[in-house]
């Protein structure tokens, strides 16, 4: 994405606004290494099952490991998006009412989307499903990380200058599911992030697909996303430098 800054301190023009175009654009794609490591768990390769699958990023990258996977998504618009694979069926389902034959999943997983499911119903279902020995994982990955003072003036916009504006369900990603309960054989799971290197478009670009922003427009605090937008730009200097940003991989990994 070209930057149409004229000077390190000139935030880019209406950022906040390329969300609703942008969100699949900006979205941070798991490392081949997390399907990977999954199957390698998994009794068998024969059925991996991505529950809230959206529109089939993780689903995809499991398809190279399993003779057949199943994607899930109660949004009938994400399904629609999901690319077709030869080896991927899509289908629009809920979490806790599963459309599979019991004892046939090898690997279940549901990444950034745990947090809406009715647990106690969506474990029920697991249950059924799953094979014996089958893994069940539940995936999210952590609040963004960068080096020195651009991380600093991050944190404080996100824990303490949007934070009010996220829904509560946030808190549970951003503790990498800790407090949920996981009634499981629980596993380690492997030590994984994501990691991009973003110019400073890209970077507040991603940023702008947040639904805590909207949040944040609708109280009347635009000041706040201004305010963010013209330090960070001052901080990141040149806008078409590169610089690494990272994600934890954070994972409750459980065998059934």
Not at 216 to 241: I, M, S, V
Request: charged letters at 20%; hydrophobic letters at 40%.
């Amino acid at each position: 994405m070209s930057s149409t800054m004229n000077s390190p301190s000139t935030p880019p023009r209406n950022w906040f606004d390329q969300g609703g175009q942008s969100y699949a654009r900006f979205r941070p794609e798991y490392p081949p290494q997390l399907a990977a490591s999954l199957a390698a768990l998994a009794p068998d390769r024969l059925l991996a099952v991505d529950v809230g699958c959206g529109s089939g990023q993780l689903t995809r990258q499991l398809a190279e490991h399993f003779s057949a996977v199943v994607g899930l998504d109660p949004s009938s618009e994400q399904i629609t998006h999901s690319a077709p694979q030869e080896n991927v069926n899509y289908a629009c389902a809920q979490a806790e009412d599963l459309p599979l034959l019991s004892r046939s999943a090898s690997l279940i997983t549901a990444a950034q989307a745990a947090h809406w499911f009715d647990l106690p119903r969506f474990y029920s279902e697991v249950r059924r499903v799953a094979q014996p020995g089958a893994i069940l994982a539940l995936i999210s990955y952590g609040v963004l990380r960068l080096d020195g003072e651009l991380g600093t003036r991050f944190e404080q916009f996100y824990w303490n200058e949007i934070g009010p504006y996220w829904p509560a369900e946030r808190k549970l990603v951003d503790s990498g599911y800790a407090t949920l309960d996981f009634p499981f054989n629980e596993l380690q799971g492997p030590d994984i992030a994501i990691e991009l290197e973003w110019n400073l478009d890209e970077f507040l670009g991603y940023v702008s697909t947040w639904s805590a922003l909207r949040k944040a427009r609708e109280a009347g605090r635009e000041d706040l996303l201004h305010g963010f937008a013209a330090d960070f730009a001052a901080l990141w200097g040149e806008p078409a430098q590169r610089r690494l940003v990272s994600w934890p991989i954070n994972m409750r990994l459980g065998r059934l």
